[in-house]
């Protein structure tokens, strides 16, 4: 899984409260990304960050927030206000936003 | 968001025979690239083609992409139990600066 870890690997919570999500990376990358996939389905982005203490909205960022302030940390929190959290979600980085992505192994949080 | 599409949705092939597998999108792209994902796991990359490259190739994978239908193929040559995984295209274009993904392709390789 190429230098990135997540943690944890799984994460329950209960509905309401909110969680963060742990991206680190030691490859050097300058882009960091956050995805969501549901089952069967292909990966949305949520947050991607190409500096640090940058970041740009993905497609589906309602409900969801994120720092960047430091070139390895990227973590992501889902906050009570995402009205469909549980899902597997990946980290990613890349050297530059046109290049390959290398990913983490996933966390998959369930929301009760 | 503009991303692509595989076809077929699912895929089984019995060992040693060849895979293939589609990807078609709608916007001009600078990249298309094909990554794979075990059950539960992250996406590993396969191959990155730029928009002006027609073929290329990485051990037992060759993927294609003609820019005029706006597809890509991606080929698995002599499959093995280990090549079982979903396999997703994403196109990466300067519309947007970001990559998106299709909704992939499930091989399953029976011994």
């Known amino acids: 899984d190429g230098g990135i870890t997540q943690s944890p690997k799984y994460l329950f919570r209960k509905e309401g409260q909110n969680v963060t999500l742990s991206c680190e990376q030691n490859?050097?990358?300058?882009?960091m990304y956050w995805y969501r996939q549901d089952p069967g389905q292909g990966l949305r982005l949520i947050y991607y960050?190409?500096?640090?203490?940058?970041?740009q909205k993905g497609d589906i960022a309602e409900g969801y927030s994120v720092s960047r302030e430091k070139k390895e940390s990227f973590p992501l929190t889902v906050t009570s206000a995402q009205k469909n959290p549980t899902a597997f979600y990946l980290c990613?980085?890349?050297?530059?936003?046109?290049?390959?992505?290398?990913f983490g192994p996933g966390t998959r949080l369930t929301v009760t | 968001s503009q991303q692509g599409e595989e076809d077929p949705q699912a895929l089984s092939i019995q060992e040693g025979e060849n895979a293939t597998m589609n990807c078609s999108y709608k916007?001009?792209?600078?990249?298309l690239q094909w990554y794979r994902q075990n059950s539960g796991r992250g996406l590993v990359h396969l191959i990155l083609?730029?928009?002006?490259?027609r073929e290329k190739h990485s051990g037992r994978l060759r993927v294609t992409l003609d820019t005029s239908k706006k597809s890509s193929s991606l080929l698995i040559t002599a499959s093995r139990a280990a090549d079982t995984a979903s396999y997703f295209c994403?196109?990466?274009?300067?519309?947007?600066?970001?990559?998106?993904f299709g909704a992939g392709t499930t091989v399953t390789v029976r011994a």
């Open positions: 990613a980085s890349s050297r530059d936003r046109e290049l390959r992505q290398y």
């Open positions: 490859l050097n990358h300058d882009a």
């Open positions: 960050s190409q500096i640090v203490n940058d970041f």
């Open positions: 916007t001009s792209i600078n990249n």
């Open positions: 083609i730029r928009s002006n490259e």
């Open positions: 994403a196109i990466y274009s300067s519309n947007d600066y970001k990559l998106s």
